[in-house]
């Protein structure tokens, strides 16, 4: 059975940085491509990065585009997001999910989810 396991979330201050780690067990994740989500309170889910099997191409919402970084080790079926200059308005539960569409930012397109790491940015 497909698991992922998001590790890593936890309590930090604004301008501070964490870094997620994701898990993959239970099957090959050869060919998917690997996203992070996060959800805030109140707010529906959203996309936050992506990555492809390779590696070779990524992918990022607008709002986190060049303080997050995504990056993966296959060898290792794991994926991380490194977070800095962390906002408020970052706070949330972040998932990580796997999918056979290339590159996909919409959650539909994801087979496979984790069961979230809460991150809080306090200010």
């Known amino acids: 059975q497909v698991q992922l396991v998001e590790s890593g979330g936890g309590l930090v201050q604004a301008g501070g940085s964490l870094r997620l780690s994701c898990a993959a067990s239970?099957?090959?994740?050869?060919?998917?491509?690997m996203g992070w989500f996060r959800q805030g309170t109140e707010k529906e889910r959203e996309f936050v990065a992506v990555?492809?099997?390779?590696?070779?191409?990524?992918g990022y919402a607008d709002s986190v585009k060049g303080r997050f970084t995504i990056s993966r080790d296959n060898a290792k079926n794991t994926m991380y997001l490194q977070m800095n200059s962390l906002k408020p308005e970052d706070t949330a539960v972040y998932y990580c999910?796997?999918?056979?569409?290339?590159?996909?930012?919409?959650?539909?397109?994801?087979?496979?989810w984790g069961q979230g790491t809460q991150v809080t940015v306090s200010s």
């Open positions: 999910a796997a999918t056979l569409r290339y590159m996909a930012t919409k959650e539909t397109s994801y087979n496979y």
């Open positions: 990555i492809s099997w390779g590696a070779g191409s990524t």
């Open positions: 239970g099957g090959t994740f050869y060919g998917y491509s």
